[in-house]
């Protein structure tokens, strides 16, 4: 019978585990900015708590700075999100150059990530995102040749950082 309780025990403390695992992995989780700046279009500096976190928008890639378009991709982003408040949607997950992956929400509930491929200054990044919402958004813009689309055959940011040996995700 001792045996028995402390067999329960044990189950119902790795059950407790597994849940709670499951819960930090599965769960989104929130970081409400007190501040933030845009470094490019696919990337967002926020502060919480005195601290800087660099976030990386999931779903979206947007042209590197020396890019055609990249300078606008963060201009645009920089004009689109001045003077809003920004929450950080994540799953606790970093790429490999330890940005946090994350959906940037603006307080009017607008997603960045969406907007930023909608308007034509990010690529739905389908090597990573499974998000077909994003494919449609970047086929909408190119058919009206938004932002980059009005160009006739941009290249996309994991073509031009291979060509140009330039490291980035």
């Known amino acids: 019978m001792k045996y028995r309780m402390i067999g329960a025990a044990v189950v119902s403390f790795v059950l407790i585990i597994i849940g709670v695992v499951c819960w930090l992995i599965f769960t989104p989780h929130y970081l409400v900015a007190e501040s933030f700046s845009i470094p490019d ?27 055609p378009y990249g300078y606008q991709a ?24 330890g940005r946090l992956l994350g959906i940037a929400i603006l307080d009017d509930g607008t997603i960045l990530n969406q907007v930023l491929v909608q308007e034509g200054f990010a690529w739905w990044y389908r090597y990573f995102s499974s998000d077909k919402s994003y494919e449609k958004l970047e ?7 938004r932002g980059l689309w009005i160009q006739d055959s941009p290249t996309p940011p994991w073509e031009w950082r291979r060509r140009n ?5």
């Not at 963060?74 to 150059?97: C, L, M, Q, S």
């Not at 040996?165 to 995700?169: A, D, E, P």
């Open 139 to 145: 086929s909408n813009a190119k058919r009206y040749r």
């Open 74 to 97: 963060k201009e645009f982003a920089r004009v689109y999100t001045k003077g809003k408040k920004i929450k950080i949607k994540h799953w606790n997950k970093r790429d490999p150059y």
């Open 41 to 67: 279009g696919d990337n967002v500096l926020v502060t919480v708590g005195g601290k800087t976190e660099n976030v990386r928008l999931l779903h979206i890639d947007a042209p590197e700075y020396n890019q």
């Open 165 to 169: 040996n330039v490291s980035g995700w």
